[in-house]
């Protein structure tokens, strides 16, 4: 890496630092209430809360491992598993950590013995289906509008799902038809020519190959992915109502449906690791809007937050070195053998 590459690295870290900090000081503030109030509230949660809480938690992520093992053909859940808690635990410290997960988990499929087309594929798939549930949930919460009492503090948030089903139609149509996917790979090659002169992209014979690759993992594992992807929002939905529940805080399906589609979108907003405080802020303000407590909605989304994101970077990091131990081994046998 370059001296320039390494600055700006730097310069996103700390300014993604703060950016993660100063959201989470001021999230009390935002919503009208105090970190004292917070704190009142979160004290109130006994460990066998917490643990029952931890195992719906495990639950979502094995679910979401059917997912993942059903879009890599030969992938276990178990190493499904290992892919989620470890891309997750370098994507919620890093900066566009997103990348680096990704990267990390290229690292480990062809450590196992798959291809980078294989992973390519698997990489479009799983995209594809978290945005597909990103929107499901944003329908869902949409239609019981007319059950929120205020429905129109929810109105406002509705502007930012104007780009999700945007962003689903178009991969909807280029993989319906190869002749849109090369044309749209042709367009993009030029869009990038046109800003890197250098650059000779071959994204107009790519894009129909992975399309193909797309639709074979679809049409044979789309029945575990459906079920997998069902439970594991389920189990989130069911995650985010138990923190309110072991406070005392008592919301509406409507409103929790919302708020967990506040989130997922929030979660697409790659300015902090995770989104950490802009996912945080964001949601907290939805349920304020919506007739929530300021300090007991506070007090839930960070219980909620405390596994859904914290708690992945210690189990991750953990997964990471046993993974890392246990292919040491292998790789010394093959150096002695060589």
Not at 276 to 297: K, N, R, S
């Amino acid at each position: 890496m370059t001296t320039t590459g390494r600055t700006r690295r730097v310069i996103t870290s700390i300014l993604s630092g703060a950016a993660t900090a100063g959201l989470m000081l001021l999230l009390p503030r935002v919503v009208g209430s105090t970190w004292k109030a917070v704190g009142d509230v979160l004290s109130q949660v006994p460990l066998w809360d917490l643990a029952a809480l931890a195992v719906v938690w495990i639950g979502g992520l094995w679910s979401h491992s059917f997912v993942l093992a059903a879009s890599l053909p030969g992938l276990t859940r178990r190493r499904g598993l290992t892919l989620n808690l470890t891309g997750s635990a370098v994507a919620n410290v890093l900066p566009l950590g997103g990348a680096a997960g990704t990267g990390l988990n290229y690292a480990m499929t062809r450590r196992w013995g798959f291809s980078p087309a294989a992973f390519g594929g698997f990489l479009a798939v799983t995209t594809l289906l978290n945005v597909v549930a990103k929107l499901g949930v944003v329908a869902v919460a949409l239609a019981l509008v007319p059950f929120i009492h205020s429905a129109s503090a929810f109105s406002a948030t509705s502007l930012l799902f104007l780009p999700v089903p945007v962003a689903v139609a178009v991969v909807v149509w280029v993989l319906a038809d190869v002749n849109v996917a090369t044309a749209f790979g042709r367009a993009v090659d030029r869009l990038i020519r046109t800003f890197r002169r250098d650059h000779r992209s071959q994204l107009a014979s790519t894009v129909p190959e992975l399309r193909h690759s797309v639709l074979r993992v679809l049409r044979a594992g789309w029945r575990p992915m459906t079920v997998g992807m069902l439970a594991y929002l389920a189990l989130q939905l069911a995650l985010l109502w138990l923190c309110f529940q072991v406070l005392g805080i008592s919301l509406g399906l409507p409103v929790l449906v919302t708020a967990l589609a506040v989130g997922q979108l929030l979660s697409l907003v790659p300015v902090t690791p995770g989104s950490a405080g802009v996912f945080e802020v964001g949601t907290a303000a939805a349920l304020v809007a919506l007739g929530g407590d300021p300090a007991g909605v506070t007090a839930g989304l960070l219980l909620f937050r405390g596994f859904t994101y914290l708690l992945e970077i210690p189990v991750g990091g953990v997964t990471l070195a046993i993974w890392c131990w246990t292919h040491r081994r292998p790789a010394a046998r093959e150096a002695v053998a060589g």
